[in-house]
């Protein structure tokens, strides 16, 4: 057995565990910065906790809250130049998978001034800084990894920066903060939170030590699938989820994402696609290519409590609803581009570009 497992970031899990946990926040520094979205953190109570616990321990600090779904390196630029003239010492990042990678990629430029391509090196003369995250959605597990997903003009597509030091210094999950997600968005989170538990299960780079973090989360996201299903989720469902999606983005810290995200990447870019619908719509096909030569697959369907990939697929279907159309010539693009992302190379066995093409004509109505 050999394996390598990286998890540096202290972890605070529970109702009201910022304000139960606030001087957490002095080791990070002297002021700082709180990064979110327009009004997601205000709505849900997160920011005034936020606000409320620097204020009890005497932490100046500034909020931006200009970020957008899918962030751009334009916008984290713009971002990381608020936080030098704003003096802060480290990172808040509040919300859902976009403000929490936004937060770390402001990290970066807040103390480095490099290009593009050096951003995206993972190679830095001056440490990112601190960085506290906060999820409010139950998808991209980013509280935990070391991942900034950034949509990229430059290659019409997004692309990851991977490097231990953006890894989060803490994390503060309350489920309490997802309450206030739409039925929509708790189905797509839920479902990016399932593929990165499947993908990482499935992964060139799993692991002994990681695959039970992955059964586990697949286990609890399909114990909550009934209650998807329905327009009210249980708070008991929602402290389920959020941890399982905590599990799953332990997991691809570790072994990366594969081909379905390199494919729900331009569906994305291009189609705006929310990503976890995105990831989700491919799954079921995914594991179809899979299952032939891949036994773990089945170890997948147990675990979701389904007893086959096409009772899966079903449900998948019920959850997401209506399918999108993708054209010839986007059946085109979308596989090419899926066949440049790095993430490509974690799956087994390694898909050609007749199998990439394949599975997205299964995925999508014509």
Do not use: Q, W
Request: hydrophobic share 40%; with cysteine; glycine share 6%.
């Amino acid at each position: 057995m050999e394996f390598r497992y990286y998890m540096p970031v202290k972890t605070f899990f529970g109702r009201n565990c910022i304000e139960k946990n606030s001087r957490e926040f002095m080791l990070l520094g002297e002021k700082a910065l709180i990064v979110t979205g327009k009004i997601s953190a205000e709505k849900n109570g997160s920011l005034a906790d936020v606000k409320k616990t620097l204020e009890s321990v005497k932490i100046p600090y500034a909020h931006y809250n200009r970020i957008k779904p899918n962030p751009s390196v334009e916008d984290v630029r713009e971002a990381s130049l608020f936080a030098r003239e704003s003096g802060a010492d480290f990172i808040i990042g509040i919300g859902g998978g976009s403000p929490l990678d936004a937060a770390k990629a402001i990290a970066i430029l807040a103390v480095n001034d490099i290009d593009d391509d050096d951003l995206y090196s993972g190679i830095y003369k001056n440490r990112p800084l601190p960085i506290a995250a906060i999820p409010t959605t139950a998808g991209t597990g980013s509280e935990v990894t070391p991942y900034s997903i950034l949509t990229y003009s430059r290659i019409s597509n997004k692309k990851s920066i991977g490097c231990d030091s953006i890894f989060p210094a803490a994390a503060f999950l309350d489920p309490v903060y997802t309450a206030t997600l739409s039925s929509e968005t708790t189905i797509n989170t839920a479902v990016d939170a399932l593929s990165h538990a499947i993908e990482g299960y499935l992964s060139a780079r799993s692991t002994d030590v990681i695959m039970p973090y992955a059964l586990e989360s697949i286990r609890l996201i399909g114990e909550c699938i009934p209650e998807l299903k329905e327009i009210k989720v249980s708070d008991g469902a929602r402290e389920k989820l959020l941890y399982a999606s905590m599990l799953a983005g332990i997991v691809i810290a570790h072994t990366g994402t594969t081909a379905v995200h390199a494919m729900g990447y331009p569906l994305t870019y291009h189609r705006n696609i929310d990503h976890g619908r995105a990831n989700g719509l491919l799954l079921y096909h995914y594991l179809k290519f899979l299952e032939p030569s891949i036994e773990k697959v089945n170890h997948i369907i147990n675990a979701i409590g389904m007893k086959s990939v096409d009772e899966f697929g079903k449900e998948i279907d019920k959850l997401l609803g209506d399918k999108e159309m993708l054209s010839e010539s986007e059946l085109e693009l979308f596989t090419k581009t899926a066949m440049t992302a790095k993430n490509i190379s974690n799956t087994v066995p390694l898909p050609e570009e007749k199998d990439i093409r394949k599975i997205f004509e299964k995925s999508f109505k014509r």
